[in-house]
């Protein structure tokens, strides 16, 4: 086997992301600024307006169509109730690994690693408000994590292709390459005695956002250099993530 070859497909298929759903469709192909890779149609498409202009559309961007049985489709949406025959695959610009983004670091930057945040909604919110605020790039593990799925595309209004992505097979040894390369990391607790606020940062800050109902995981928070905490009011013991992660976006 040709390893460079192997490496090459995985990277190229990395950054792949499927959507479902006949409106979805058509607007990711009438935005000019996402790259496309195929179009998939079901067979059991009856003609209607819909799938006319998703097919004239693809076809003058010069974009592959491919067809297939119902239960293939399917498989590729990976969503048969809502997919209504049509999927397309959409190529993101911006997944990377965490070795390439340190390869082509600057000397500061702000990143929010997202530790088994498991609502798609909320994956959304979050990368709009990174997107929007001073944010450079966002962790995204691969496991035990809600993924790039429409949903979450619809929830990020669209801005998912404006920031990159850091793929993590393993969140832990990530933020140790990241750790090492003198980033400091922060995790966040309502127990923490430091206010986000009139904390002073560093050039290089990882904010490490955990999951919705069990926050962050041992061992991320074992290996993190200092914890700190939204000061709440009138009894409020904590925000939605993604809230938080707009107000660490906009420090």
Do not use: W
Not at 23 to 31: F, R, S, T, Y
Not at 191 to 210: C, T
């Amino acid at each position: 086997m040709n390893n460079k070859k192997y490496i090459d497909k995985k990277a190229f298929f990395d950054k792949v992301v499927t959507i479902y759903g006949r409106n979805p469709v058509i607007e990711a192909l009438e935005d000019n600024t996402l790259s496309i890779y195929k179009l998939h149609l079901s067979l059991s498409n009856k003609p209607n307006k819909q799938i006319d202009k998703i097919i004239k559309l693809a076809k003058k961007r010069d974009i592959e169509i491919l067809y297939h049985d119902k239960k293939a489709l399917s498989y590729i949406s990976k969503n048969s109730k809502q997919d209504q025959g049509v999927a397309l695959d959409i190529l993101m610009q911006h997944p990377i690994r965490v070795d390439e983004f340190l390869s082509a670091k600057d000397s500061s930057y702000r990143i929010i690693a997202l530790d088994g945040i498991s609502n798609p909604q909320n994956l959304g919110m979050i990368i709009r408000s990174c997107v929007a605020g001073d944010i450079d790039a966002i962790i995204l593990p691969t496991k035990k994590s809600a993924q790039i799925s429409p949903l979450v595309i619809k929830a990020s209004a669209g801005t998912l292709f404006r920031i990159p992505i850091i793929k993590s097979d393993n969140l832990l040894d990530d933020i140790k390459k990241l750790k090492k390369d003198n980033a400091k990391v922060y995790t966040l607790s309502s127990h923490a005695n430091i206010d986000y606020k009139k904390e002073v940062y560093p050039s290089k800050v990882v904010f490490v956002l955990g999951n919705e109902s069990e926050g962050v995981s041992k061992e991320i928070e074992n290996i993190s250099d200092s914890s700190i905490k939204i000061p709440m009011n009138r009894g409020v013991e904590s925000l939605n993530v993604a809230v938080t992660a707009s107000l660490l976006a906009f420090l």
